[in-house]
């Protein structure tokens, strides 16, 4: 969507995404748990795995791809609570994605219950945004993610296929406590 001089359009509930990034905020990769990352609608041949594993998104020949049409659906599970500050994709002018919603914390979605639960936030990506720069999201909702859910609705130019390059997750983590490695006192001592 664009006005008549090509910039971005803008709405109250898709606000255009703007770019910064803060101090203390780290890529997240390393807090992911591979075990459980999901991707629903992927060409298998180009999986969720080229966008966001290390050494995999800084190759520009790998990418994901979308399946039998443009939407996909993200889920990223971590092995520890965090902070979700920013995220930075990566994608072609055309086939990038334009509309995507974040949801912490839900479980188990689909295409079918996607739009039956109001999103953490939604932005709407420029094609400038499409070149890895982090997008700031409302920081304040995203305070206790233990997973992530993006919903890529569309893309920039209405192609059949979505293609993500690379997708980075910035944060921090949460300082908890590791119920696991507390021992049990005993009352004899």
């Known amino acids: 969507m664009s006005t008549a001089t090509g910039t971005p359009a803008t709405n109250a509930a898709a606000p255009v995404a703007t770019t910064g990034s803060q101090r203390g905020q780290g890529d997240l990769l390393e807090f992911v748990d591979w075990q459980g990352l999901e991707c629903l609608n992927q060409n298998h041949s180009l999986s969720i795995v080229n966008a966001i594993k290390q050494g995999y998104r800084e190759d520009d020949g790998l990418y994901l791809e979308s399946d039998a049409d443009e939407q996909l659906l993200i889920y990223v599970p971590f092995t520890q609570v965090i902070?979700?500050?920013?995220?930075?994709?990566?994608?072609?002018?055309?086939?990038?994605?334009?509309?995507?919603?974040?949801?912490?914390?839900?479980?188990?979605?689909g295409f079918s219950n996607v739009n039956d639960f109001p999103p953490s936030d939604t932005v709407v990506l420029s094609p400038d945004n499409l070149e890895?720069?982090?997008?700031?999201?409302?920081?304040?909702?995203?305070q206790n993610v233990r997973s992530l859910t993006i919903f890529i609705e569309d893309n920039q130019g209405g192609a059949d296929v979505t293609q993500i390059q690379k997708l980075v997750l910035y944060g921090s983590t949460v300082e908890t406590t590791n119920m696991k490695e507390l021992k049990k006192i005993n009352e004899d001592q």
Do not use: C, D, Q, R
């Open 83 to 109: 902070k979700l500050h920013s995220v930075g994709i990566k994608g072609p002018t055309e086939e990038g994605p334009k509309t995507v919603k974040l949801y912490a914390n839900k479980e188990h979605m």
């Open 132 to 142: 890895g720069k982090p997008v700031v999201l409302k920081y304040v909702k995203f």
